[in-house]
């Protein structure tokens, strides 16, 4: 699931095969941009901006793109079969002489000026991986809303760039507090203490294939997918249930005993009373 990590190793691959290397193809598969060719343009630079990518181009120019839940960015030699999905999936080929750059389902693609990328990623908050992280920023940004559930609130890409659906479960769980706890109820130490322990799961995690927040052996995730699977710490069955403001939920896992809060109660109530799916 692509969250700031997984963008930041696609950024480092696109970078590696790409910056500094004049474009030799250029094939976009998008109607708005079926006319559109870089060939014989320098590619600068690839930088991960949250979960956003920004592919910078000689001339001014530069390739937006967001994996979202789908999409992936594959990196091929010359010669080497393309192995990430069927053709039709292909949204741009971007190749120079030794390596071919193919993003695959990828549901934002635009091309803009370089000197107008804030109109697509200036709405972010401080990125975890990026160096414009500001610690105090983030967490007074998730503060704005104290009645908003710590779930909701990590989520939105406004307060802080960075964090998808698994590190907002493993947060919580870190934390000792359920997800649908009121960001204005979560303890100041522990209020304290949040943007500095999720920017350490993201740094760990960049260079990681597989994403680990436990440090047990044999264990990568502490209730992510593990529903219902005995807690590692407690024992207790790690629990399932969607959350989100309606227009799109997630999956959210969350052990009933080591995190405290209201959370939804068999029949899909919360503590609050809102209905809840559960499975």
Same mark, same amino acid.
């Not at 322990?197 to 990568?220: I, M, Y």
């Not at 407690?234 to 995190?259: F, I, M, N």
């Given at each position: 699931?692509?969250?700031?990590?997984?963008?930041?190793?696609?950024?480092?691959?696109?970078?590696?095969?790409?910056?500094?290397?004049?474009?030799?193809?250029?094939?976009?598969?998008?109607?708005?941009?079926?006319?559109?060719?870089?060939?014989?343009?320098?590619?600068?630079?690839?930088?991960?901006?949250?979960?956003?990518?920004?592919?910078?181009?000689?001339?001014?120019?530069?390739?937006?793109?967001?994996?979202?839940?789908?999409?992936?960015?594959?990196?091929?030699?010359?010669?080497?079969?393309?192995?990430?999905?069927?053709?039709?999936?292909?949204?741009?080929?971007?190749?120079?002489?030794?390596?071919?750059?193919?993003?695959?389902?990828?549901?934002? @693609? $635009?091309?803009? !000026?370089?000197?107008?990328?804030? /109109?697509?990623? %200036?709405?972010? +908050?401080? #990125? &975890?991986?990026?160096?414009?992280?500001?610690?105090?920023?983030?967490?007074?940004?998730?503060?704005?809303?104290?009645?908003?559930?710590?779930?909701?609130?990590?989520?939105?890409?406004?307060?802080?760039?960075?964090?998808?659906?698994?590190?907002?479960?493993?947060?919580?769980?870190?934390?000792?507090?359920?997800?649908?706890?009121?960001?204005?109820?979560?303890?100041?130490?522990?209020?304290?203490?949040?943007?500095?322990?999720?920017?350490?799961? @993201? $740094?760990?995690? !960049?260079?990681?294939?597989?994403? /680990?927040?436990? %440090?047990?052996? +044999?264990? #990568? &995730?502490?209730?992510?997918?593990?529903?219902?699977?005995?807690?590692?710490?407690?024992?207790?069955?790690?629990?399932?249930?969607?959350?989100?403001?309606?227009?799109?939920?997630?999956?959210?896992?969350?052990?009933?005993?080591?995190?405290?809060?209201?959370?939804?109660?068999?029949?899909?109530?919360?503590?609050?009373?809102?209905?809840?799916?559960?499975?």
């Amino acid at each position: 699931m692509p969250e700031g990590d997984t963008v930041w190793q696609a950024a480092q691959r696109l970078h590696g095969a790409l910056a500094g290397r004049t474009l030799t193809r250029s094939d976009f598969r998008v109607p708005r941009y079926a006319t559109s060719d870089l060939t014989g343009r320098a590619v600068l630079d690839v930088t991960p901006r949250g979960k956003h990518l920004l592919t910078r181009i000689e001339g001014g120019l530069t390739l937006h793109s967001h994996l979202r839940m789908d999409g992936a960015w594959k990196v091929f030699a010359a010669g080497q079969r393309w192995s990430g999905g069927p053709a039709h999936q292909i949204r741009v080929i971007l190749g120079t002489a030794d390596r071919t750059a193919v993003g695959y389902r990828l549901p934002v @693609l $635009e091309l803009l !000026r370089t000197a107008d990328e804030q /109109r697509a990623v %200036g709405h972010l +908050g401080p #990125d &975890l991986l990026g160096p414009d992280w500001d610690p105090e920023q983030a967490l007074a940004n998730l503060r704005e809303d104290p009645a908003r559930s710590l779930g909701e609130a990590l989520l939105d890409q406004r307060n802080l760039a960075g964090i998808g659906n698994v590190y907002k479960c493993e947060l919580c769980f870190l934390l000792g507090v359920t997800p649908w706890l009121p960001v204005g109820e979560l303890p100041a130490d522990r209020a304290a203490a949040l943007p500095g322990l999720a920017k350490r799961l @993201l $740094e760990a995690n !960049r260079d990681r294939p597989v994403r /680990r927040t436990t %440090g047990l052996r +044999g264990h #990568d &995730l502490f209730v992510y997918g593990r529903a219902p699977r005995p807690c590692l710490r407690c024992g207790t069955s790690v629990r399932l249930a969607d959350q989100g403001d309606g227009s799109r939920e997630r999956p959210t896992y969350w052990c009933p005993v080591c995190q405290a809060g209201p959370a939804p109660r068999p029949g899909g109530y919360t503590a609050a009373g809102r209905r809840r799916k559960r499975t």
